[in-house]
């Protein structure tokens, strides 16, 4: 049986880790605007992703301007893939 990760269960890490599974990765900007949290609120929840692994970021110019860009790791998919697998068995329950 599949378990939840805690880490991935808040919404926002959720939405976070969806959207870069369909994606190499994308600009720090691009997920603040999809996610709709401010700059502070998204860079949390990339550091504690980061901290376990699950997303990389880097840092470049684009434009002539700094960006951060930011992508989900085997680590990250493996553990996606993990709670979606918890999720449907508990919708499995429900029926």
Same mark, same amino acid.
């Given at each position: 049986?599949?378990?939840?990760?805690?880490?991935?269960?808040?919404?926002? %890490?959720?939405?976070?880790?969806?959207?870069?599974?369909?994606?190499?990765?994308?600009?720090?900007? $691009?997920? %603040?605007?999809?996610?709709?949290?401010? @700059?502070?609120?998204?860079?949390?929840?990339?550091?504690?992703?980061?901290?376990?692994?699950?997303? %990389?970021? #880097?840092?470049?110019?684009?434009?002539? #301007? %700094? $960006?951060?860009?930011?992508?989900?790791? @085997?680590?990250? #998919?493996?553990?996606?893939? @993990?709670?979606?697998?918890?999720?449907?068995?508990?919708?499995?329950?429900?029926?």
């Amino acid at each position: 049986m599949a378990t939840l990760d805690p880490l991935v269960h808040a919404p926002a %890490r959720l939405q976070l880790l969806t959207t870069l599974s369909t994606v190499t990765e994308a600009e720090f900007a $691009t997920l %603040r605007e999809v996610l709709g949290v401010s @700059d502070s609120v998204l860079s949390k929840h990339v550091a504690a992703l980061a901290g376990a692994g699950y997303v %990389r970021s #880097r840092k470049g110019v684009r434009a002539g #301007r %700094r $960006t951060t860009w930011v992508a989900l790791t @085997d680590t990250g #998919r493996a553990a996606l893939l @993990d709670h979606v697998a918890a999720l449907r068995e508990l919708i499995d329950v429900v029926g």
